[in-house]
């Protein structure tokens, strides 16, 4: 039995590794601040707090409240303030025994906070001293405290830079007990979300699977974010639209059957004719080699529009964009329907009106109005009226062909222009299209930069409308 192999790319294993190193990184952070930078961080902290409570006394000297905050911040704080004279002898505070004693600040002691004093720009000090008699150091703040009618004063405050060690041994078996439980919540965490989060997508990607081996009728379920729920919604229309596809595929072979394998059934059974029956009576054999031409001719025009459609769509289609008049266009075009004319009696009219020039190339422009006007002949049935208009319309120049044929259901209204879509289930031989020429129609218009619009009602008939940009000259 094979062991299956750890894959570090899926978004489980990701999603769990960063994870782990987001909570390794924020340990370490833990680690260095409350250790390893902690006595640097205390000291900072010290000599900051020890400095707004000399900045806050200066501030209040002369006030009526100063004494009694001297002796607040003193007891509160637990620190050592005191008021020297020019001399170092302290004034402040005094019991009685000091009044008799009159004590004074050690000399070299003195001498060091007056230098500090005298160097500093705001008459403030803040340093650190030793003390043979005290193994830690001792943290002093020294300020001037002016006085006009008289000598100045010095305010001198003292703290004991308290070892933290106890504190550290505490913090650090803390933080023990911390990254362990970091480190399993974080496991834990990332397992959950990485699924919470990679469940929705393999479920998605199990349901492509299924869309690849082509069931188009699979729905695709939505997911517990936005981005899952945006990819469900485009993977079921790309389902909805390959599923459109399918059928107009299977349409299309329908219709390809029909339109291949009856001219050529027709082509052989006639040469057979020609052959057995016809081949010395003139007049039968050019009747059947007629026959013979006109389905091969049929067949030519089919694989033409299918090639037109293959060029137009892959984009290999070049276009020769020149000023040209979309209403001798649409002239030119009307010669080639002169049979529908005279021996179908078709009535077809031809208007136009304004400045009818514009930006394209005349071929494909001419391929597309021709299967404008052939699609409103094979549609027409009894009413054989075809109108075509040419007009400017504001900076567009459109042309309209509007038949009186059977018109098109409303659901079917937007698939006209879907390659091999033929409208209506039965169609009449001779007339039918390959059910691509509405396309052909549409990727030279769009290439040109133009749009394409119709309307249709049941009965009443159907107006195929082109517009093409018009020509600045």
């Not at 060690?165 to 399993?184: A, E, G, K, P």
């Not at 390959?242 to 595929?249: D, M």
């Not at 002239?331 to 208007?351: A, M, P, S, T």
Request: one cysteine or more; aromatic letters at 10%; a negative charge.
């Amino acid at each position: 039995m094979g062991t299956s192999k750890l894959d570090k790319r899926t978004l489980n294993f990701k999603l769990w590794s960063y994870f782990i190193a987001f909570a390794s990184v924020i340990i370490v952070i833990l680690w260095l601040l409350q250790i390893v930078f902690i006595n640097s961080f205390y000291e900072n902290m010290k000599m900051r707090e020890i400095k707004k409570i000399g900045d806050q006394l200066l501030g209040q000297y002369n006030s009526e409240e100063f004494e009694n905050q001297l002796v607040e911040k003193a007891f509160l704080e637990g620190i050592s303030i005191n008021i020297l004279d020019e001399t170092g002898r302290l004034i402040f505070p005094l019991d009685f025994f000091d009044i008799i004693r009159q004590p004074r600040l050690e000399s070299n002691m003195f001498s060091e906070l007056l230098t500090n004093l005298y160097k500093s720009d705001d008459r403030t000090t803040l340093y650190t001293r030793s003390d043979h008699r005290i193994e830690y150091p001792i943290l002093t703040y020294g300020a001037i405290l002016e006085n006009e009618q008289g000598s100045n004063y010095f305010l001198y405050i003292n703290t004991i830079l308290d070892p933290i060690d106890s504190t550290v041994n505490v913090l650090q078996n803390q933080l023990v007990i911390i990254t362990i439980l970091s480190l399993f919540l974080a496991i834990g965490l990332s397992y959950i979300i990485s699924r919470k989060l990679s469940n929705p997508i393999v479920k998605i990607t199990d349901q492509a699977k299924n869309l690849m081996m082509g069931n188009y009728n699979i729905q695709f379920d939505k997911g517990y974010y936005t981005e899952i729920d945006n990819l469900a919604e485009t993977l079921n229309k790309t389902a909805k639209e390959l599923n459109k596809t399918e059928e107009l595929r299977q349409d299309l072979m329908a219709n390809m059957t029909h339109d291949l394998k009856t001219p050529l059934t027709l082509i052989k059974s006639y040469g057979e004719m020609i052959r057995d029956i016809s081949g010395d009576d003139k007049v039968k054999r050019d009747y059947h080699v007629g026959i013979i031409i006109d389905e091969t001719d049929r067949l030519t025009h089919f694989v033409d529009d299918m090639l037109d459609l293959s060029k137009v769509q892959s984009g290999l289609i070049t276009l020769e964009l020149n000023t040209i008049d979309l209403y001798q266009c649409a002239k030119k075009v009307l010669g080639r329907f002169e049979y529908f004319v005279e021996q179908e009696n078709f009535d077809i009219k031809l208007i136009h009106s304004g400045n009818t020039t514009i930006l394209g190339d005349e071929s494909k422009v001419i391929q597309a109005i021709y299967n404008l006007i052939i699609n409103g002949i094979n549609y027409s049935n009894d009413y054989k009226e075809i109108e075509i208009k040419v007009e400017e319309k504001d900076e567009w120049v459109s042309i309209s062909v509007k038949d009186r044929g059977e018109g098109i259901p409303d659901d079917e209204i937007n698939l006209i222009w879907d390659r091999y879509y033929r409208g209506g289930k039965s169609h009449v031989r001779g007339k039918a299209g390959t059910g691509i020429g509405l396309s052909i129609v549409k990727s030279i218009v769009t290439a040109l930069g133009g749009r394409c619009f119709v309307e249709s009602e049941i009965g009443k008939g159907s107006t195929f409308t082109l517009q093409f940009k018009k020509s600045i000259s």
